[in-house]
Nanobody, 115 residues
Framework: QVQLVESGGGLVPPGGSLRLSCAAS????????MAWYRQAPGKQREWVGG???????TYADSVKGRFTISRDNAANTAYLQMNSLKPEDTAVYYC?????????WGQGTQVTVSS
């Protein structure tokens, strides 16, 4: 079955950086569109950005210029590089995969931006 496993979350001070990874299995990764979402306490889950199977990326306005999404098809892994982090970026970050015929979520990884 399809599995998405996020890693790389943690506590970082404002202005810091983190890189999240999403290791995928059980799907043809190179043919899957990938995305990152986040959910802060008391708020709805929101789209952060995505990368399609052609490596084209799109981002939410709130993270544009600070976050970068990439993928390594040989490693079946997607990445979210987060720079210039702000307290409002604090959330659980989820990996999302959309191969042909389905959609899948990871379990999430906590990112906390605080001094």
């Amino acid at each position: 079955q399809v599995q998405l496993v996020e890693s790389g979350g943690g506590l970082v001070p404002p202005g810091g950086s983190l890189r999240l990874s999403c290791a995928a299995s059980g799907l043809i990764f190179r043919l899957a569109n990938m995305a990152w979402y986040r959910q802060a306490p008391g708020k709805q889950r929101e789209w952060v950005g995505g990368i399609n199977m052609f490596d084209a990326t799109t981002y939410a306005d709130s993270v544009k210029g600070r976050f970068t999404i990439s993928r390594d098809n040989a490693a079946n892994t997607a990445y979210l590089q987060m720079n210039s982090l702000k307290p409002e970026d604090t959330a659980v970050y989820y990996c999302f995969a959309q191969p042909f015929g389905g959609t899948y979520w990871g379990q999430g990884t906590q990112v906390t931006v605080s001094s």
